[in-house]
């Protein structure tokens, strides 16, 4: 990312969002995050308030003025504000559409009015829906969508996209599986976790515990991103990035339940998703990135391993947590 | 369509929503139309208006609350209401988002909000992008988004399938190519008739005239949706609707300057597309609905020369086109 001085950051206080901001000021970049701080968090951004090269906006995507305004002079955005959770799509339809399509819109357009043309992109593996082929590649079957989170994700991609074609932005889409690390605060690990913090003894999994995920360890996912960013060459440059392997939510619960040291009685749901719109097979073709040269350094297990212990280090992020 | 009673069409009063109206209310339904007369033309609905199993509601897709009241009592939607034309999105990117995919999940709420669960939408092969395979089957490779009219028609599948999903809709997504017959009123074969209207000696093409397209006559194009709806199982049931040819854009204007008895100097704008996002080359793979039973009874050059007939007898849609 030589080229690139002053880089801004939508969801810039969240999991992904924060830890690209470090490292960014690490590579010595200008880096201005912008968060409404609904799922963020200041203290993710403790190390880089104290770094000159770094500054805060505190403002919503939904505000087009402030967003219009707060982006100027950068070079290069990336936006992952957005809400991240697959799971509770169904009970507000309104959010994936507000916070993920029409959010992706405000930002091109506040990025078109300003004239930056690069922006790099957080979407995901649920837009290949319950995909035919697996491991599945970016240029699979033209998926159906299964959740309001997929195709809002994948209306933001259609937007991205069109504006590469239309008003020459150049961009990079990745395609995430779940990702795991220090700052992970939400998803079915979270959930685990919080879930065996209360009763050690028992535990309810959602479905039958046989679904099938892969994940990315943020650091690697992190420097995949810079790896695709450095080395492509098109338009729009669209990547899939997960761990070569997956594991079911049954080995996750059990590697947590070891690092903690519990034998937990399990019990399910049932059914082979968790929830509706779940997919029960999530693994992620990564030829394409590993076609640049990047491997991840860490795999499913240590990617667990670290979430769990930084969670186990970090019981702050349980307090306040009214949503479960 | 035996099981339903009670049909509400939104854009009822455009060229494809109106030619529907009249097909239902020939088919015995209760009909409804909900258009906000923005390129709809009440003249479209002179028949249907004497019919009194028919009733229309002028209003706005974009007021969810005159939507909602609107559409109770209903048993099936046809969502036709759109931002049709995929040319002049980046005049106004804004417009595709809100009329096309925004539109499209008001329709849904109002459709949640009062129990109806069968939808009919009018998607496009523009969702395709620039295919790779041509001619393009319905599972074609996951598409790139070139246009924002696309783009927003994808978001709107996309939000169609999650409710199928999540909320136990049943829906046909029909991606149309071009369209062609009476009450046409938009698209370039309205622009090649209205210049060589006003100069019938020079035209300009757009492009280099060599785009390939392929279109489908408006009851060619009910009659596959009917059958479609007819006889499909699954809670989401897409197809591509064209006919079973192509045609270059210098032949459409051969065939129109031939009815009209004209031979213009063509000029060409140059170049493959004849416009930022445009697709140079569109032909569906129309397979899956002709596994079905279907058949067009109309080619291309017919489908063209009726519209063209037509365009030719109803002068009045010309007065007030301020656009061009």
């Known amino acids: ?109 506040a990025m078109r009015k300003n004239n930056i043309k690069n922006i790099g992109f957080s979407s995901t593996g649920s837009v290949y829906g319950e995909a035919d082929i697996i491991p599945t590649p970016e240029n699979a079957p033209f998926p159906i969508q299964t959740s309001l989170y997929g195709a809002s994700k994948l209306a933001g991609e259609g937007l991205i996209s069109s504006y590469c074609e239309g008003y020459n932005f150049k961009s990079w889409i990745f395609r995430f599986v779940g990702v795991l690390g220090e700052r992970y605060t939400h998803g079915h690990l979270f959930d685990f976790y919080q879930k065996l913090k209360k009763n050690p003894l028992e535990m309810n999994v959602l479905g039958n515990g046989k679904q099938k995920k892969s994940y990315i360890y943020i650091q690697d996912c992190i420097e995949s991103m810079i790896y695709a960013i450095d080395k492509s060459v098109d338009n729009i440059n669209i990547y899939n990035l997960g761990c070569d392997e997956y594991i079911e939510v049954n080995d996750s619960v059990k590697i947590i339940s070891d690092f903690l040291k519990l034998d937990p009685k399990l019990t399910y749901s049932g059914g082979k998703k968790g929830w509706v719109g779940d997919n029960p097979f999530i693994y992620l073709d990564t030829k394409k990135i590993r076609s640049l040269g990047w491997k991840e350094n860490n795999n499913i297990d240590t990617g667990i391993i670290k979430t769990i212990k930084w969670l186990h280090e970090n019981q702050w992020v349980f307090e306040n947590d009214s949503k479960k």
Not at 13 to 24: E, H, L, R, T, Y
């Open 1 to 109: 990312m030589n080229n690139i001085d002053n880089v801004f950051i939508t969801g810039g206080a969240g999991f992904i969002g924060s830890n690209v901001a470090d490292k960014m000021l690490n590579l010595g970049k200008n880096v201005t995050v912008y968060d409404n701080f609904s799922t963020g968090n200041r203290r993710f951004l403790e190390k880089a308030l104290k770094n000159n090269k770094f500054s805060l906006i505190e403002g919503d995507v939904l505000d087009p003025i402030l967003l219009e305004k707060s982006i100027t002079n950068n070079d290069f955005v990336f936006h992952f504000s957005a809400n991240a959770d697959v799971r509770f799509g169904l009970e507000d339809p309104k959010r994936d559409l507000e916070q993920n399509t029409i959010a992706t819109y405000n930002v091109l357009e």
